[in-house]
Structures are given as C-alpha cells and as structure tokens.
C-alpha cells in the first residue's frame, strides 16, 4: 500500500488534528506485505499510528498498554506520547531499531527478554493476539537473519525462550 484511502485520510487528518501534530512534519510510513488494520506517519521524533479498523483499535489498545507496563517496570519501550481516548490513534517516540549484528543481538534481545520475564504479567483490557510474521515475508526475514550472522543455533533457543513466554507478556515487548 503506497497511499491511503479517502477515508482513511480523513481518519489521518483527524488524529493530526486531535494529537496536536502538524500532517506537514509526518510523511506516511507504508508497512510491507499484506494490508494491515493501521497505518503510521513518521517524522524525525515521534511515530502517528493510525486504527482504520476495530481489530486495529484494539491492537493500539493493547499495545499502549504493554508499553506502559513496560515502562513502569523499568523495561526500555518508546514512550507512548498522547493517544485517543478510545485508542483510535496514538504517537510514541521514533526510535530507529538498528541493524541485527548476530548473537550480539540475541543476546541483547534474551536480556530484555529476561527483564520481561521478571516481571508479574500486565493485565491487559484486551487479550493479547499471537502475532506472528507474515509467510510473504519468510525470505526476506532468513536473508536478514543469514546477513547479520544470526546462527540457527542461536535462533532456535532464543525462539524456544520466547515460546517460554505468555501471550501478555510478549505483548509489553512489541514496542
């Protein structure tokens, strides 16, 4: 998807509108593979995440509420900056991910993982979907993981902890 619709530029305007954030700052920030139920405007600081549906409200619900959690105990997330009352938008901070760099990585992502674990689960007002990456995405993901020097071995456990994990709890590191 390169553009939005009519309707969902009218969503857009409104949450720019409601949020405080001027549409010129932001560029649309298309995701890729399959259509999804948000849509996201970027500027240098701060992401625009738009619901254009109820399954998109309801993931923005969740994910604003893991990130609190989060954040309350201690876990580094993007700050949820302002969000709807009925969480039908919400702006958080931009952070750039950076590049895999193989089991530095994963060793960094076991010990958020680890923090997370610690942790009692959040109690969420919706309950936490099992999202997984698309299957359109599949190559493109194992090419990443092959060029950073993530090895199967390395892979396999990290999956085998995150597995470990409850849905809820999998949920506060989605930020």
């Known amino acids: 998807?390169?553009?939005?619709?009519?309707?969902?530029?009218?969503?857009?305007?409104?949450?720019?509108?409601?949020s405080g954030r001027d549409a010129a700052d932001f560029v649309f920030w298309p995701k890729p593979g399959p259509p999804t139920p948000l849509r996201s405007f970027r500027s240098s600081a701060e992401v625009l995440t738009i619901a254009v549906t109820h399954s998109g409200r309801d993931r923005l619900t969740v994910?604003?509420?893991?990130?609190?959690?989060?954040?309350?105990?201690?876990?580094?997330?993007?700050?949820?900056?302002?969000?709807a009352?009925?969480?039908?938008?919400?702006?958080?901070?931009?952070?750039?991910?950076?590049?895999?760099?193989?089991?530095?990585?994963?060793?960094?992502?076991?010990d958020v993982a680890d923090q997370i674990a610690a942790q009692n689960a959040p109690s969420l007002t919706r309950p936490a979907a099992e999202w997984k990456g698309s299957r359109r995405t599949l190559v493109s993901r194992l090419l990443r993981q092959a060029r950073g020097g993530l090895s199967l071995p390395d892979l396999?456990?990290?999956?085998?902890?995150?597995?470990?994990l409850s849905d809820s709890i999998l949920m506060a590191s989605s930020g």
Do not use: H
């Open 1 to 18: 998807m390169t553009s939005l619709t009519p309707a969902e530029q009218l969503m857009a305007d409104a949450a720019f509108a409601q």
């Open 63 to 83: 994910e604003r509420e893991a990130r609190e959690w989060a954040q309350r105990c201690g876990i580094p997330v993007p700050t949820v900056r302002a969000a």
């Open 85 to 110: 009352p009925d969480d039908r938008w919400m702006v958080a901070n931009y952070v750039t991910a950076g590049t895999p760099e193989g089991s530095r990585y994963v060793l960094a992502a076991l």
């Open 156 to 164: 396999r456990d990290a999956k085998a902890e995150l597995t470990a």
